[in-house]
């Protein structure tokens, strides 16, 4: 296991935005899909997690969102340890875009989606009504605002799923496949954006290309656990390692060989 990017970041500083320590998460079926998983993130990180499927990539950041909870281990966030009676409070901090935009897409405009978060906190229309053009037109879908969800383009429909947790002002971005079933136009746009926000940004994917362009660091997972944890591209040019592990080289070098 490679560990010297770790002892390297907890060098750093002591100040960790996420601090994940051994936790192990297991299915119903008995399949451990997340075995003592160590890992801490400084604010304004932005990190890839890779690996083949069933790597456990999703189950990851659905445990660091708190959809799921680790049977061993503890997760701490903001200096929040991850539990029943810290889930609100932490949920206010991360953003969480999921695999398949249209589960998070369910109201009847754009508009209504972006805002549904936001009147759910209370907050008053006027704020809501600041929030949601902001949002929108910081993620370059403000023209969509009044469409329904369901006619717009996968490209506009991952925009949109963007300004639904940039409108919540997180401090901390988790995204599970963000560039999955989008064309190469929309899928330039979100790089784009994902490399302009300033948050710290956790992004599972098997677009590697992405995690050259997007992401500092890399994690690898295979089996649950973590077998590299370091700077992208010193991995993502090891094609005996990404062999090894059901892995290929970025598009941008193997158009180079």
């Given at each position: ?6 002892v ?11 601090n994940?320590?051994d936790?192990?998460?297991?299915y119903?079926?008995?399949?451990e899909?997340i075995r003592?998983?160590s ?7 932005c ?6 499927n069933?790597?456990g990539?999703s189950t ?10 680790p ?19 932490i ?10 935009a ?33 949002a ?9 605002k009044?469409?329904?969800p369901?006619?717009?383009?996968e ?13 919540m ?15 190469p ?20 994917t098997h ?25 992208t ?6 094609e ?8 290929e ?9």
């Open positions: 296991m490679y560990i010297g990017w770790i390297h970041r907890l060098s750093v500083g002591d100040h960790m935005i996420i994940v320590s936790i192990c998460y297991i119903p079926d008995g399949h899909a003592n998983v890992f801490s993130v400084q604010p304004g990180e990190i890839g997690v890779i690996g083949a069933g790597a990539k990851l950041l659905k445990l660091l969102v708190g959809l799921y909870m049977q061993a281990g503890e997760i701490i966030i903001n200096n929040m340890r991850l539990s029943k009676q810290t889930l609100r409070d949920r206010r901090t991360i953003g969480f875009t999921f695999q398949q249209d589960d998070q897409l369910f109201m009847p405009t754009v508009y209504d989606d972006v805002a549904f978060a936001l009147r759910n906190e209370g907050m008053d229309e006027e704020e809501v009504k600041q929030r949601v053009i902001h929108l037109t910081s993620v370059g879908a403000i023209h969509v009044d469409r329904p369901y006619r717009l383009s490209g506009e429909k991952r925009l949109v799923t963007f300004a639904t947790i940039l409108a002002k997180p401090n901390i971005l988790l995204m599970d496949e963000p560039t999955a079933a989008l064309d136009k929309a899928r330039r746009a979100l790089i784009q954006l994902v490399r302009s926000l300033p948050h710290t940004k956790i992004v599972t677009d590697l290309d992405f995690v050259l362009e997007c992401c500092e660091r890399t994690i690898v997972l295979a089996d649950g656990t973590i077998v590299y944890d370091g700077q591209e010193a991995i993502l040019t090891n005996p390692f990404l062999h090894e592990y059901h892995l080289l970025p598009l941008m070098f193997q158009r180079k060989k």
